[in-house]
């Protein structure tokens, strides 16, 4: 049980580390929004989708997913057009310094939206989830299963309450917003990156 531990605690830690979407996401939310609990919507929805996609990953039902080229197609054709337009809005995007008017910009329906989009819109991060994640847990019966599983959903909340608390501590820093320019132009290079990435995949693998 302790084996299954371990292995759950580090490989979820190896794949959700990654500068992506999804973090970057929620670590600007942290920063911009006028109080932390502003952004816990974004914090939520974020685990809420890695759980999902945790369970589905465990559960067997990822091999279906992966075993059927059209789903596979359209995951990457429908993701790659949401990361290059989430892209240009990040390129675009300029810090405000009225935390009011970035919690009016970023109501409570749109930060659900944005953020189950960035997770379960992202072709790259599904696979992932469902390909390393579920092909891991097939070593594991029952119990150990069940607490593999779970602490791959563990770290995952853990990582998206503290992403947004370093967003937040940041935000209080960086008061002239220079560093989230910095961010939300990287953030963009990283979503193209990975648009790209993915149709050069649907092509050339």
């Given at each position: ?13 190896g794949l959700i580390l990654p500068l992506g979407v ?23 929805t974020a685990a809420l989708c890695d759980t999902l ?153």
């Amino acid at each position: 049980m302790l084996a299954s531990f371990i292995h759950g605690f580090i490989l979820a830690l190896g794949l959700i580390l990654p500068l992506g979407v999804q973090n970057v996401f929620v670590f600007n939310q942290g920063a911009l929004q006028p109080r932390f609990i502003k952004a816990l919507p974004v914090v939520i929805t974020a685990a809420l989708c890695d759980t999902l996609l945790i369970l589905v990953a465990v559960l067997g039902v990822s091999f279906i997913i992966l075993g059927s080229f059209w789903i596979k197609t359209i995951l990457i054709v429908g993701g790659s057009v949401f990361l290059i337009y989430m892209g240009w809005i990040s390129w675009n995007s300029k810090p405000s310094q009225d935390k009011e008017d970035v919690a009016k910009k970023f109501p409570f329906k749109k930060q659900v939206l944005f953020a189950a989009s960035v997770s379960l819109l992202n072709p790259h991060a599904i696979m992932d989830t469902i390909g390393v994640i579920g092909t891991s847990s097939l070593k594991y019966q029952g119990e150990e299963k069940v607490i593999f599983a779970v602490t791959c959903i563990l770290v995952s909340w853990i990582w998206f309450m503290g992403l947004a608390l370093a967003g937040r501590i940041s935000g209080k820093l960086d008061q002239s917003g220079r560093f989230m320019l910095v961010l939300n132009k990287l953030s963009a290079l990283v979503m193209w990156g990975a648009a790209i990435y993915l149709v050069f995949s649907l092509f050339f693998n």
